[in-house]
Nanobody, 121 residues
């Protein structure tokens, strides 16, 4: 019904940058909040950044000042610009869409399949 597809992950040296994208497809009328989470090996999934439909943002303390979340509501796409990357940013990054209004109802949570980000020291 709704599919989220992430792209933009890869291998980068410490201090480098990557830009992740997540496009939601389907018969979507609106999406409330869109989030990026990440999960490192052996660790729990953690919230990295969130952006509301109105453009309000919030970030995990560990990424403040380095990561920027943005979205294109017309294209149902969310981005994560990651600068000054550190080895501890290495993780699988997941896109989440919360309260997605679709033809036929509301989907509470939709997830992408994840994209690997590896930062070498």
């Amino acid at each position: 019904q709704v599919q989220l597809v992430e792209s933009g992950g890869g291998l980068v040296q410490a201090g480098g940058s990557l830009r992740l994208s997540c496009a939601a497809s389907g018969t979507i009328f609106s999406i409330n909040a869109m989030r990026w989470y990440r999960q490192a090996p052996g660790k729990q999934r953690e919230l990295v950044a969130v952006i509301t439909s109105g453009g309000s943002t919030n970030y995990a303390d560990s990424v403040k000042g380095r990561f920027t979340i943005s979205r294109d509501n017309a294209k149902n796409t969310v981005f994560l610009q990651m600068n000054s990357l550190k080895p501890e940013d290495t993780a699988v990054y997941y896109c989440n869409a919360r309260d997605v209004v679709v033809l036929g109802g509301l989907l509470r949570d939709c997830w992408g399949q994840g994209t690997q980000v590896t930062v070498s020291s």
